[in-house]
């Protein structure tokens, strides 16, 4: 499926903000199962977009300046991607979780898709010991891995709430855990936490999918949002597998990958730093339009 991706942000400010610097991490990277075919990115009124390196993330990252006073910004991007991507199954052949925890001790693999580089606690995902007990019963040492994955992503959405008004975006897992309510955010870092203690590798995923109006509605235009998922290695063979925790299914072509790293913090899609006084309101909007003819592009 290809899909036209427009994902734009508005910032107001109640006093002119005279110098900003951001990091933006908008444009899709290209991953398993999907390709980039085109991308742009746009700031209104202007300022200074130049490429900046991804230190602890497998993300595209753009730094934009702004030195002129404003009062408005907004920042919007559009992308075409193709996914094709088979929803994952789980057979009798896969590593258990014992020896995929083993095998990623063990890599000596150094990119930035090592396993090695998810297997500890990052600045917003710790060992939790209330998260490790309550994920342990899915996550026996003698269980296949991706069995293990969608069990415990089953559970978290089974019985978390989902809640937008329940947590911040800086809300750490352990307190989301607690109330058991919270977003896509949480649910996928409180898996996170979950799958570390248990010495197993797992990535944070930020990125899109694809939402379906109810029957005989139109779909919305900017109605989507961002979206947020897990990734557990599992082994050298089946390698990084997906799973949707807020909506319990695997990674499969309904999502679209735009920054991998090891928590929210290494691949919000912008961060920076604004200079100025006086109150800030943000309004993000998303769309994410399937092209069933294939056609390239976007407007």
């Given at each position: 499926m290809r899909y036209a991706i427009r994902h734009e942000t508005r910032f107001s400010y109640g006093?002119?903000?005279?110098?900003?610097?951001?990091?933006?991490?908008?444009?899709p990277i290209i991953w398993s199962g999907q390709t980039l075919v085109?991308?742009?990115?746009?700031?209104?009124?202007?300022?200074?977009?130049?490429l900046a390196r991804a230190d602890a993330s497998l993300a595209n990252v753009t730094r934009l300046v702004i030195e002129a006073a404003v009062t408005e910004l907004s920042i919007v991007s559009r992308a075409t991607v193709d996914v094709d991507r088979r929803i994952p199954a789980p057979t009798a052949s896969d590593p258990d979780l014992a020896t995929v925890a083993r095998l990623a001790r063990e890599s000596r693999d150094v990119s930035a898709s090592s396993p090695?580089?998810?297997?500890?606690?990052?600045?917003?995902?710790?060992?939790?010991?209330?998260?490790?007990?309550?994920?342990?019963?899915?996550?026996?040492?003698?269980?296949?891995?991706?069995?293990a994955a969608i069990d415990l992503a089953r559970r978290i959405q089974s019985e978390f709430t989902y809640d937008s008004d329940a947590t911040k975006t800086e809300t750490l897992p352990a307190n989301a855990f607690a109330r058991r309510t919270g977003v896509c955010q949480d649910f996928a870092q409180v898996m996170i936490s979950g799958l570390r203690s248990a010495g197993l590798p797992a990535a944070y995923v930020s990125g899109y999918l694809r939402t379906l109006p109810p029957p005989g509605e139109a779909r919305l235009v900017g109605a989507d949002a961002t979206h947020a998922w897990v990734l557990l290695w599992c082994?050298?063979?089946?390698?990084?597998?997906?799973?949707?925790?807020?909506?319990?299914?695997?990674?499969?072509?309904?999502?679209?990958?735009?920054?991998?790293?090891?928590?929210?913090?290494?691949?919000?899609?912008?961060?920076?730093?604004?200079?100025?006084?006086?109150?800030?309101?943000?309004?993000?909007?998303?769309?994410?339009?399937?092209?069933?003819?294939?056609?390239?592009?976007?407007?």
């Amino acid at each position: 499926m290809r899909y036209a991706i427009r994902h734009e942000t508005r910032f107001s400010y109640g006093a002119p903000v005279r110098f900003a610097r951001c990091n933006l991490r908008l444009k899709p990277i290209i991953w398993s199962g999907q390709t980039l075919v085109a991308h742009d990115l746009s700031v209104e009124p202007g300022g200074h977009l130049s490429l900046a390196r991804a230190d602890a993330s497998l993300a595209n990252v753009t730094r934009l300046v702004i030195e002129a006073a404003v009062t408005e910004l907004s920042i919007v991007s559009r992308a075409t991607v193709d996914v094709d991507r088979r929803i994952p199954a789980p057979t009798a052949s896969d590593p258990d979780l014992a020896t995929v925890a083993r095998l990623a001790r063990e890599s000596r693999d150094v990119s930035a898709s090592s396993p090695a580089n998810y297997l500890f606690p990052s600045p917003m995902v710790a060992l939790d010991p209330a998260i490790a007990d309550w994920c342990a019963p899915s996550l026996a040492p003698e269980r296949g891995a991706l069995d293990a994955a969608i069990d415990l992503a089953r559970r978290i959405q089974s019985e978390f709430t989902y809640d937008s008004d329940a947590t911040k975006t800086e809300t750490l897992p352990a307190n989301a855990f607690a109330r058991r309510t919270g977003v896509c955010q949480d649910f996928a870092q409180v898996m996170i936490s979950g799958l570390r203690s248990a010495g197993l590798p797992a990535a944070y995923v930020s990125g899109y999918l694809r939402t379906l109006p109810p029957p005989g509605e139109a779909r919305l235009v900017g109605a989507d949002a961002t979206h947020a998922w897990v990734l557990l290695w599992c082994g050298p063979e089946r390698g990084w597998v997906g799973v949707d925790p807020t909506n319990g299914i695997w990674m499969a072509g309904d999502h679209i990958v735009t920054a991998i790293g090891r928590d929210y913090s290494e691949v919000a899609p912008i961060d920076g730093i604004f200079l100025g006084q006086g109150a800030r309101s943000m309004h993000v909007g998303v769309d994410v339009e399937p092209l069933i003819d294939g056609a390239a592009g976007h407007n």
